[in-house]
Antibody, heavy 121, light 106 residues
Framework: QVRLQESGPGLVKPSQTLALTCTVS???????????WTWIRQTAGRELEWIGR???????WYNPSLKSRVTMSIDVSKKQFSLTLTSVTAADTAVYYC????????????WGQGALVTVSS | DIQMTQSPSSLSASVGDRVTITCQAS??????LNWYQQRPGEAPKVVIY???NLQTGAPLRFSGSGSGTHFTFTINNLRPEDSATYYC?????????FGQGTKLEI
């Protein structure tokens, strides 16, 4: 069974950079293709926002609302993918989820348990 | 971006009831819609994909329908464990977008 786990600092100061890593484990992964590796965040108001995705080749697609501040990357050998978000403000305080999207199916499954990131001085 | 509007934002029902949640898209998305269940403290979990297909492991009491701009999610014979927030999500156009959620209390 595939499992995803987010890791990274839970507190980031305003104007600094948020950095999270998602580690994939378990199951018979077709790691080299067939999936988009995705980041989604959920604010305290429970709204879900799709941040973007990275493919095994490293190609990415970001939400235009965050594009100027977001970078995603992937390390196939480590079975990890990562998210950085620069110039954070309090509005970036959220639970950040990593998730897998099957290219053929388009739904997100599974999800990581989520990582709460608070932006505060 | 495609806007997804759910209604109601919250509802209360009793064990054994039938409830329906509506999701309206701001433009035609065909059947490119998923439904997720999120229990408190947990990540969302897909329960319906492609508007009407029941995800493996999801209860048979769950069903989805609709196409174009209007979609519904129905739970028959409510159980206590159905207490959760439910979200619709479109994947017709990037960026993918979610409805604002419907909190269901049993």
């Amino acid at each position: 069974q595939v499992r995803l786990q987010e890791s990274g600092p839970g507190l980031v100061k305003p104007s600094q950079t948020l950095a999270l890593t998602c580690t994939v484990s378990g199951g018979s992964l077709n790691w080299s293709g067939g999936y988009y590796w995705t980041w989604i965040r959920q604010t305290a108001g429970r709204e879900l926002e799709w941040i973007g995705r990275v493919f095994s080749t490293g190609s990415t697609w970001y939400n235009p609302s965050l594009k100027s501040r977001v970078t995603m990357s992937i390390d196939v050998s480590k079975k990890q993918f990562s998210l950085t978000l620069t110039s954070v403000t309090a509005a970036d305080t959220a639970v950040y989820y990593c998730a897998r999207q099957t290219i053929a199916a388009y739904y997100f499954d599974p999800w990581g348990q989520g990582a709460l990131v608070t932006v505060s001085s | 971006d495609i806007q997804m509007t759910q209604s109601p934002s919250s509802l209360s029902a009793s064990v054994g009831d039938r409830v329906t949640i509506t999701c309206q898209a701001s433009q035609d998305i065909s059947n490119f819609l998923n439904w997720y269940q999120q229990r408190p403290g947990e990540a969302p979990k897909v329960v319906i994909y492609d508007a009407s297909n029941l995800q493996t492991g999801a209860p048979l009491r769950f069903s989805g329908s609709g196409s174009g701009t209007h979609f519904t999610f129905t739970i028959n014979n409510l159980r206590p464990e159905d207490s959760a927030t439910y979200y619709c999500q479109q994947y017709e156009t990037l960026p993918y977008t979610f409805g604002q959620g419907t909190k269901l209390e049993i």
